[in-house]
């Protein structure tokens, strides 16, 4: 079966296109398809005046079109869409998700920060790994940060906060913001295992990348102060040129990694695995289920 996911965050919309087969024996393989990434940006207008701008709706309504003729070249028999941080903010957001159904027949749900933190869970990474450590993901976006805490084989705290990396680059965020973000993770970790990170968003993709590991490979938490500094020197213009970014990548690095430091830092967690998952793949695990529950 192909599964499709629409993740339309604060940065940039995605479409995920996956083939999902089953074996005998109830094994599940995801297999990627494509991945598009369009950069629409819809948080530099709503984080400043809570609103869509008529240019982004039209770059918007274009992209679902888009995405809507992708998916039926892929023969996808489902697709899942969701919004995030910035539509959530977004005080015409459900008249654009009106717009979207009538234009495109994509039917998007404005989901909250919450179930945004539960759906990257959704991709079990911490099940797989050493039962001798606590594990926390960390899906950083340009409106909101999602950190999802697993420790002896359950998950104990799932939570999003208003802090992304378009909110800190606009100046948005306050100390109050940062404490409570600080402060809940350092009473949530307190009494459990060593802490180990896993890291999803573009920005902390494009940092492996950078680090020319090997997939499965962690990062330490010196190793992202090392880039935070060194990116930080650098002009946007100069980060693009020298690292190869695209100017919608090159700006929010730098906050990204001020966002995963200090999370890392709170919860005395010295290394980070990023095994590029994102809210998408949660998506599509989450369709999945919901088909399977549903034809059982």
């Known amino acids: 079966m192909i599964l499709a ?12 296109v996956k083939e999902v087969t089953e074996t005998p024996g109830n094994t599940l393989h995801f297999n990627k398809l494509n991945l598009v990434r369009v950069p629409l940006r819809l948080g530099f207008d709503v984080f400043e005046k809570k609103i869509i701008s008529e240019e982004k709706i039209k770059m918007f309504l274009d992209t679902m079109l888009s ?50 933190a539960n759906l990257v869970f959704e991709n079990h990474v911490a099940e797989y790994m050493n039962t001798d450590h606590s594990y926390m993901y960390i899906d950083v976006g340009g409106g909101s940060t999602e950190i999802s805490f697993f420790s002896n084989g359950l998950l104990i705290f799932n939570k999003s906060f208003n802090i992304g990396t378009i909110r800190l680059l606009k100046g948005q965020l306050t100390e109050n913001d940062w404490d409570v973000l600080k402060n809940t993770i350092k009473a949530v970790t307190k009494g459990h295992k060593e802490v180990i990170a896993i890291g999803s968003g573009g920005n902390i993709n494009k940092v492996f ?3 020319k590991k090997k997939d ?15 990116l930080g020197a650098y002009s946007i213009e100069t980060r693009m040129e020298k690292y190869n970014l695209r100017r919608d990548r090159a700006d929010v690095i730098v906050p990204a990694l001020q966002i995963y430091i200090q999370v890392m ?32």
């Open 265 to 296: 830092r709170c919860a005395n967690a010295n290394e980070i695995f990023v095994p590029r998952i994102g809210l998408g793949d949660g998506l599509i695990q989450h369709l999945w289920a919901e088909l399977k529950n549903k034809s059982s």
């Open 209 to 211: 990348s950078l680090s």
């Open 67 to 116: 995405f809507k003729y992708l998916a039926q070249a892929y023969r996808v028999e489902k697709i899942k869409a969701c919004a995030t941080s910035a539509m959530r903010d977004a005080v015409n957001g459900p008249g654009i998700i009106e717009k979207v159904w009538q234009h495109t027949g994509i039917k998007i749900e404005i989901i909250s920060g919450d179930m945004e």
């Open 5 to 16: 996911a629409i993740d339309i965050g604060s940065n940039a919309a995605r479409l995920l």
């Open 216 to 230: 499965g490979k962690s990062l330490s938490l010196d190793l992202l102060k090392d880039y935070y500094k060194e």
